[in-house]
């Protein structure tokens, strides 16, 4: 599958700019590839300040030095390159984007644990994150994200392990250190990210019901306050370990992910 283009001048479609997604954009943009992204009109980030989605609210947003930009415009594209950010667009299929931008590579990033659409006929190179796709029958390849010894690995044949339900171990608890609330509602956060919670704490409340902490730690990433919540959703996460600089670098699990899928681009345009 050799590509007439350096390998650096192959163009990258990501779907989705939530904080998986944009490990894998941080590391792409940082071996500099030509990288857009795209996402729905309201995205539902948690971990904000590592979420390249936070810029369809604000504009913009900075992770760990790489800026990305939303534009309106798909004619925008290249003159986001030339300032040496990445741009984002709201188009949530994505297939406007794909179709102007006829990318090298399309990652399908959006983690929603099933295919929503994507096909290997999208782009010569197809990535698929977690569980849902088929290496070989839907997309090229497939990247690991469950956490443990495999994560992060390139799948030529076959599909991610299955979603089991139960978030990774952080600092020895799972789905204790996650928010959800029990109500539908208003989202009003009562912390900020990177503030010291102890169990019991009210982190947030979705109209007058409380969304409590039951782990003590630092709060490692938040919904953004006056979003319409649905019952059981997940709002917030704390971070057992309590160190305050976790709550604003990319994750140990989106670093593997993002170096998987440089993996899977070089292992298919340099065969």
Same mark, same amino acid.
């Given at each position: 599958m050799k590509s007439e283009k350096k390998i650096s001048e192959l163009l990258v479609l990501i779907r989705g700019a939530g904080e998986m997604a944009s490990g894998v954009a941080h590391r792409l943009h940082q071996s500099h590839f030509k990288l857009c992204m795209t996402e729905v009109s309201h995205p539902l980030a948690v971990r904000r300040e590592v979420s390249f989605c936070e810029a369809v609210y604000e504009g913009e947003k900075e992770v760990e030095g790489a800026q990305a930009k939303l534009i309106s415009r798909h004619d925008e594209i290249e003159s986001i390159w030339k300032k040496g950010h990445i741009p984002i667009l709201i188009d949530p299929e994505a297939n406007k984007t794909r179709d102007f931008l006829k990318p090298d590579v399309l990652i399908d990033a959006i983690m929603a644990k099933k295919n929503l659409g994507t096909h290997m006929e999208d782009a010569p190179l197809v990535i698929? &994150?977690?569980?849902?796709?088929?290496a070989r029958k839907d997309v090229h390849i497939v990247i690991e994200t469950n956490r443990g010894h495999h994560l992060g690995k390139m799948i030529l044949n076959g599909e991610a392990e299955p979603d089991t339900g139960i978030p990774g171990e952080v600092g020895g608890y799972t789905v204790e250190?996650? &928010?959800r609330t029990m109500k539908k509602g208003i989202f009003r956060p009562q912390k900020s990210i990177g503030d010291k919670v102890t169990k019991g704490s009210v982190v947030a409340v979705v109209d007058d019901y409380p969304v409590i902490a039951e782990v003590s730690g630092v709060v490692r990433g938040l919904l953004r306050e006056g979003i319409e919540v649905e019952k059981g959703i997940k709002v917030g996460d704390i971070d057992p370990r309590g160190k305050k600089e976790f709550c604003f670098t990319i994750s140990d699990k989106a670093r593997s992910i993002g170096g998987g899928v440089?993996?899977?681009?070089l292992y298919w345009f340099n065969r």
């Open positions: 698929g &994150l977690g569980p849902g796709f088929n250190r996650l &928010l440089l993996e899977a681009i």
